[in-house]
């Protein structure tokens, strides 16, 4: 079993900053996938972005929405992944999720995610 526990979410200003934080304990994996995804009131969860990581390194991907302006990474040595979001907008409002997969890949559908955190909730006010 793997638990993730997210951090990080909040109250800010459009234009502002947060960094949210994934935690992962339990079973951890060397390889594989880590994806973010957000789910406005009334809408569909959707992909942010994600980190893939092998032994040889890491690469990351985002939604158009977010491409610019969020950044995904990861710390090996305490097993945590970070989303830093800047120049936020009241459209980034949203609950976050973090969720690992053991497949190493682009994967934006949640469906392909293993486990899942809590969720932590931005708010962006204009």
């Known amino acids: 079993q793997v638990q993730l526990v997210e951090s990080g979410g909040g109250l800010v200003q459009a234009g502002g900053s947060l960094r949210l934080s994934c935690a992962a304990s339990g079973r951890t994996f060397s390889t594989g996938t880590m994806g973010w995804f957000r789910q406005a009131p009334g809408k569909e969860r959707d992909f942010v972005a994600s980190?893939?990581?092998?032994?040889?390194?890491?690469?990351?991907n985002y939604a158009d929405s977010v491409r610019g302006r969020f950044t995904t990474s990861r710390d090996n040595a305490k097993n945590t992944v970070y989303l830093q979001m800047n120049s936020l907008k009241p459209d980034d409002t949203a609950v976050y999720y973090c969720?690992?997969?053991?497949?190493?890949?682009?994967?934006?559908?949640?469906?392909?995610?293993?486990?899942w955190g809590q969720g932590t909730q931005v708010t962006v006010s204009s």
């Open positions: 980190i893939r990581w092998t032994w040889s390194g890491s690469s990351t």
């Open positions: 969720a690992v997969s053991q497949t190493i890949g682009v994967l934006h559908h949640e469906n392909s995610y293993d486990y």
